[in-house]
T-cell receptor
Framework: DTAVSQTPKYLVTQMGNDKSIKCEQNLGHDTMYWYKQDSKKFLKIMFSYNNKELIINETVPNRFSPKSPDKAHLNLHINSLELGDSAVYFC??????????FGAGTRLSVL | AQSVTQLGSHVSVSEGALVLLRCNYSSSVPPYLFWYVQYPNQGLQLLLKYTSAATLVKGINGFEAEFKKSETSFHLTKPSAHMSDAAEYFCAVSDQSGGFKTIFGAGTRLFVKA
């Protein structure tokens, strides 16, 4: 049983397209996150939801829109994709003490 | 505000040698501190955590770290490196007062030579 699962694992698309990444956790955690990891492995938080409420919204272009239909799911929709959006996107969840449980990542390539 | 600095983007050791990965943090509130490991094409996994109990923390795979408040450090060590330890290691900090944000360091790539 995968604790935090994201789909798809790979996403190759053209500039200007719209795409979504889905994330589900079966750990019963209240808090979920989206991170972006660039080609130099730098990991930056984008969004966080706690009990379906947006609590962290970093300086991210408004082309990125998270949605949390329930505590176990956090999806990321990206409009008008740009070359600079190419990265690995990680979903994570946490409970007490902010220990993060990561998904395997979605590698997005924008051509 | 919190921040993390990992000294050395790359560290290379021989198999069987001591592993030392350095991390310094800055936090205006009591911190939680973490080390995570990332193997190629995988997500990050927790190695160990400091949450204000013992200052010497033992983690998985023989790793340990010591919280030193006076030096604002949380260095990661392992007495004897294995080839399987080759990976990217991230130090991270969050605060104990209920904030949800975790700040990650830039990562240190560990190479293990045979």
């Amino acid at each position: 049983d995968t604790a935090v699962s994201q789909t798809p694992k790979y996403l190759v698309t053209q500039m200007g397209n719209d795409k979504s990444i889905k994330c589900e956790q079966n750990l019963g955690h209240d808090t979920m996150y989206w991170y972006k990891q660039d080609s130099k492995k730098f990991l930056k938080i984008m969004f966080s939801y706690n009990n379906k409420e947006l609590i962290i919204n970093e300086t991210v272009p408004n082309r990125f829109s998270p949605k949390s239909p329930d505590k176990a799911h956090l999806n990321l929709h990206i409009n008008s994709l740009e070359l600079g959006d190419s990265a690995v996107y990680f979903c994570a969840s946490s409970h007490s003490e902010n220990i993060q449980y990561f998904g395997a990542g979605t590698r997005l390539s924008v051509l | 505000a919190q921040s993390v600095t990992q000294l050395g983007s790359h560290v290379s050791v021989s198999e069987g040698a001591l592993v030392l990965l350095r991390c310094n943090y800055s936090s205006s509130v009591p911190p939680y501190l973490f080390w995570y490991v990332q193997y190629p094409n995988q997500g990050l996994q927790l190695l160990l955590k400091y949450t204000s109990a013992a200052t010497l923390v033992k983690g998985i795979n023989g790793f340990e770290a010591e919280f030193k408040k006076s030096e604002t450090s949380f260095h990661l060590t392992k007495p004897s490196a294995h080839m399987s330890d080759a990976a990217e290691y991230f130090c991270a900090v969050s605060d104990q007062s209920g904030g949800f944000k975790t700040i990650f360091g830039a990562g240190t790539r560990l190479f293990v030579k045979a």
